[in-house]
């Protein structure tokens, strides 16, 4: 009988011990200055966020490890369908960026690996997987963005107000002047479109769908393209998350954005992928990008809202000032992903 108990007790510190092993590295690497010596490691990231983005922490990452790295820039759900596509030879270690329904549908497909990361503590609950499959590192809400040269000079005699709601797109003047990304390659319109949904209820989304659906002029592939294409005066008006648009704006563009009441929002996260090339390297990565000095980096090129409270942010947006949906359920969204997608192509 206590040969039994002696016995228990060693499988159990064993099993403690793995798990342990599990949840930060097996690569027994040594630490300068704070931060993991890597050395001859290599890192592969796929990266739904904007590139610069993901190139700054990437190389600040291997600035302060020497771990080199690669990486390969895509729309969210290009990345999913990659991530999917060689999950019994994963070639990436990462997913980084993208909407967060992507994350949780990855998680839900076992594409993913449970890690709690160094930082864990000091990102809300609101801004994680219960369960450590995602993290997030930076916080978006979606907004309309107008070209205020182009308005001020075709609309702005007509005695029509500035767009800040979806209502005021359906507008049969404005057709073939919004230009938005398409929900079938980008999380961003994925967003939008889940949002609405979730907020207004299916037959009153899909309404609203339909009609701005009838006004647009260009489906974009990725969520950036908008902001984009509304600063140069290519199109009038734009539909994407307010970062972007924020930083068309201080690269001297004339536009104008409005968050509208109950817009839906996104976390832009990170999570490690199951079995990826090479090993526990991309747990670091995770601590990294989730540390106040890769959050403060982030800030000077980024204009998204940190999941951290303590960093030096330039942002000009704070969550608590918008009223956006604050209720959106990133898990819900990923659920009803295929038969939301098919709703929307059907539309006409």
Known sequence: MKFKKYVSVIILIFLVFNLTGCNRNSLKVTYENGYPDL????L????ASREEVGKRLLELFKQKTGCTYEYMRMPTEEAVARVRQEKDSPKADIFMGGSCDAHTLMKSERLSEKYICKNDNAIQKEYKDSQGYWIGFEIEPLSIVINKDRWEKEFGTRGLKIPNS??????PVYKGEIVMPDPNTSGTAYTFL???VQNMGEEKAKNL???IKVN????TVNGYTPAQKVGTGEYLIGINFLGDQLLIKNSGFNIVTNVPQKAGWNIDAISKIKKGPN?????FFIDFCTTKEAADALSNISLGMSTREDINSKSEIKLSNLDIYINYDFTKASNDREELLKMWNGLN
């Not at 647009?216 to 489906?219: A, D, E, P, R």
């Not at 090993?279 to 747990?283: A, E, H, P, R």
């Open 39 to 42: 050395k001859g490691k290599h």
């Open 216 to 219: 647009v002029g260009q489906f």
């Open 194 to 196: 889940a949002s609405l």
């Open 209 to 211: 769908l339909r009609k």
């Open 279 to 283: 090993g526990d390297v991309g747990k």
């Open 166 to 171: 979806y209502e005021d797109l359906l507008n």
């Open 44 to 47: 592969v990231v796929y990266v």
